[in-house]
């Protein structure tokens, strides 16, 4: 072989193994760059935090009109998008504020159907029932005091009227659906409900008796204090009763079946939830992977169609945080069908006033993110929109931090949600009671 030939392929074997080496290298950072812990404790990546979020993801305002300019930014996170939370500490006036301008930008860039709610379903059959008869008194009743919590605010009352406001400027088949997920909380309105939807018609013999206990048991809960042992009892009797004799309670009950068993089936969940009452960590695990059943419940026997909801800030987080999962978790597992297709906005609150409830007084609320406090050049505008999904090469690693131990996590806050809302010197929402 030729001198020539030899150095030929000798150049061609030393550029093989440089381009093998180099794909390796490639590869290895991309895979690095995936697991941002990893990536944090290489170095591979360094970015510092401030530069980070002043080149282009911090976006401030200081009323409602100029954030609603800037949301701009979150149309690219939208594509592809079939669920869309907005996450709040209840009982502060800037959420519902948000609430029902998310609302109608995301009813505009994302026409999502569904408003998906933090409330029992039997909530969003009257709230439903209001938005199409336009008849206030549902409200007022559904709002009557029984079982008030920081979410039953006269802000969030006012979303309810406002919702009807924007279903007026739409088509029928665009109007905004409410769709409660929640264990029932209310035990006399779960009845009322299960009472309100009864056909008209005579129920079949064999189970004639337990329509009869469905009505009988609402006049108990109205009139008894041991109403939460009679409901949850009477609620088992009739699941039993379900399951018997299925073919004449789908005789009976046609497409609300469902719906009547569901809440029969919450009445259940609500009462062992609350077991854990004392225990808000083991309450809340218990609530979420119910939420989560009563949802996949409901997605399958709706029409198609996107969802946006406002929720407590925990239940709208995508990750396992330590050992809970969440509402959020669920949604975004592999096993579900919305992987990939939920996008989670967070508010945090600086110098606000939190609404007391059950006798408590108002109080000052604080809840920022470690991540803020360390840019330097902080903005003292009304609302700061943080983004954390930028370029994957464009970014620190910014762990993410139990809430409720301070623990930093060994994850990136971009796996729990997307965006942080800062809100800055608002108020307390005000209670209905």
Not at 67 to 78: G, Q, T, V
Not at 199 to 208: G, L, M, N, S
Not at 328 to 336: A, D, K, P, R
């Amino acid at each position: 072989m030729e001198v020539k030939t030899i150095k030929k392929y000798f150049v061609i074997f030393v550029l093989f193994i440089f381009v093998s080496v180099l794909n390796i290298s490639c590869t290895n950072e991309v895979l690095v760059s995936d697991d941002h812990t990893e990536t944090n404790k290489l170095n591979v990546i360094k970015k510092d935090i401030n530069e980070y979020f002043d080149n282009a993801n911090m976006f401030t305002s200081d009323d409602i009109q100029s954030l609603i300019n800037i949301l701009e930014i979150l149309d690219s996170d939208i594509y592809g998008k079939e669920i869309i939370f907005t996450a709040e500490s209840h009982g502060i006036k800037d959420n519902q504020i948000l609430e029902i301008e998310f609302i109608k930008y995301f009813k505009k860039k994302n026409d999502f159907k569904y408003l998906l709610c933090e409330i029992p379903y039997s909530d969003s059959h009257y709230i439903n029932k209001y938005l199409e008869t336009e008849d206030e008194t549902i409200l007022n009743d559904l709002y009557s005091g029984v079982n008030l919590t920081d979410y039953s605010s006269k802000e969030q009352y006012n979303v309810w009227i406002q919702i009807n406001e924007l279903n007026k400027t739409l088509s029928d088949n665009d109007k905004i659906k409410v769709i409660g997920v929640d264990i029932e909380s209310n035990i006399i309105n779960a009845y009322r409900f299960l009472v309100d939807i009864l056909p008209a018609k005579d129920a079949p013999e064999k189970i004639k008796p337990q329509i009869m206990l469905v009505k009988e048991t609402l006049d108990m809960v109205e009139t008894t204090f041991t109403k939460d042992y009679i409901a949850e009892k009477n609620a088992k009797l009739i699941l039993e009763d379900i399951e018997e004799n299925l073919d004449l309670y789908e005789e009976y009950f046609g497409e609300n079946l469902v719906y009547f068993e569901l809440v029969n089936q919450n009445i259940v969940n609500s009462k062992e939830a609350y077991k854990y009452n004392s225990n808000f960590i083991e309450f809340s695990k218990y609530r979420d992977k119910m939420i989560y059943d009563n949802f996949l419940v409901l997605d399958e026997v709706l029409p198609k169609g996107k969802y946006y909801g406002q929720w407590g800030y925990s239940h709208a987080l995508q990750s396992i945080e330590g050992d809970k999962l969440w509402f959020g978790t669920y949604l975004n597992s592999n096993e579900s069908t919305y992987k990939g297709k939920v996008l989670s906005i967070v508010y945090n609150y600086e110098d606000c006033i939190k609404m007391g409830t059950g006798g408590r007084k108002d109080f000052e609320y604080n809840f920022i993110y470690p991540f803020i406090n360390e840019i330097t050049d902080k903005h003292t505008s009304k609302y700061t929109l943080y983004k954390l999904n930028g370029n994957e090469a464009d970014r620190p690693f910014i762990p993410m931090i139990d809430k409720f131990t301070g623990e930093e996590l060994d994850q990136d806050i971009n796996q729990f949600l997307q965006y942080v809302l800062l809100i800055r010197e608002s108020v307390a929402s005000e209670s209905l009671d």
